[in-house]
């Protein structure tokens, strides 16, 4: 499975990576900001099937970058994991384009089940 | 004095306490592996330092101020090595950037109990002992001491609310 982890703290991409390894045959790319995964999504030929977004990072925020991602591409599955965790922040993300929300802090349990439901449902629906 | 304790008292809302001390317990409980005791909390004089590692989390919106999350150094480095998973020493570049993610997590879950929408900014950190923050001066700072096993903390909030709560944010309704 190929992941691109979006998070400006290095440490929160560190966790991720270990706790979605326990899926088995991953391959992750990582971004520190909105801007540079643009980059990297746009210039990989070959699609993601996950992208793990955080909200607060600097130059281009979460929000921004799934509005921006989802401008070109409506189908790559998109999670947003952040710590903002007021209604009206997941219902912006949602009319934004993302499939899932998960709020830090999280579990291993909670990351792995809320990826793991979000990629199955897509799949059953496919 | 009995003034000076009254005043102390009404400017220590529990409203902005208690998303703090739950969002701390929350995040050291989940992320890093370690209970946090709460111990009273205390005006800040204008001038005290603060502990030697410090992490600075911007308010704006309808809250404008700031929360500062102050470690003791070998604290902040248990902490931080708990909470990634690996030795982190404080000369690592590692070690602000677990450190700022440990202070983004406490003040975004706390944000979202203020009964408002106030957004929050990336953290900076700042490493050296005796260390003093400029803070606004018009608002009071509350300092939270914690303890850990591994050594104290303490957040430092600092924040108004310049806008009416709203009743549709999710957390304090
Ligand atoms: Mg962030």
């Known amino acids: 499975m190929r992941v691109l982890l979006v998070d400006d703290s290095c440490t929160m991409r560190n966790i991720q990576k ?16 909105g801007v540079e995964a643009l980059k990297i999504l746009f210039s990989t030929p070959e699609a993601f099937d996950l992208v793990l977004i955080d909200w607060n990072m600097p130059n281009m925020d979460g929000h921004s970058l799934v509005q921006r991602i989802r401008e070109k591409d409506k189908t790559t599955p998109l999670i947003m994991c952040t710590t ?43 | ?72 150094k070998e604290a902040a480095e248990r902490l931080a090595s708990a909470f990634a998973g690996m030795s982190i020493t404080a000369d690592m570049p590692d070690f602000p950037d677990a450190i700022g993610e440990l202070a983004n997590m406490i003040a975004g879950g706390a944000k979202k109990h203020l009964g408002t929408l106030a957004s929050i900014t990336v953290p900076s950190v700042v490493i050296g002992s005796g260390h003093v923050i400029a803070r606004l001066s018009d608002v009071p700072c509350i300092v939270i001491p914690c303890q850990t096993p591994v050594g104290a903390f303490a957040v430092e909030i600092s924040i108004k609310q310049i806008k009416p709560a709203r009743s549709n944010q999710g957390g304090a309704q």
Do not use: C, W
Request: glycine share 6%.
């Open chain 1, 18 to 33: 270990r706790i979605l390894n326990a899926l088995g045959n991953m391959q992750f790319a990582e971004a520190g900001d």
């Open chain 1, 84 to 126: 903002e965790a007021e209604k009206a922040r997941v219902i912006d993300a949602i009319k934004a384009g993302v499939n899932n929300y998960v709020i830090k802090p999280f579990t291993p349990e909670m990351l792995i089940e809320r990826v793991t439901t979000t990629l199955s449902k897509l799949k059953a629906a496919a």
């Open chain 2, 1 to 72: 004095m009995e003034t000076a304790t009254h005043t102390q008292s009404a400017r220590i809302n529990p409203k902005i306490i208690v998303p703090f001390v739950d969002s701390v317990r929350r995040v050291f409980a989940t992320m890093v592996g370690v209970q946090t005791t709460v111990q009273r909390p205390h005006l800040k004089a204008l001038a005290a330092p603060t502990y030697d590692v410090s992490s600075i989390i911007g308010f704006s919106g309808d809250i404008v101020g700031s929360v500062i999350v102050s470690f003791q």
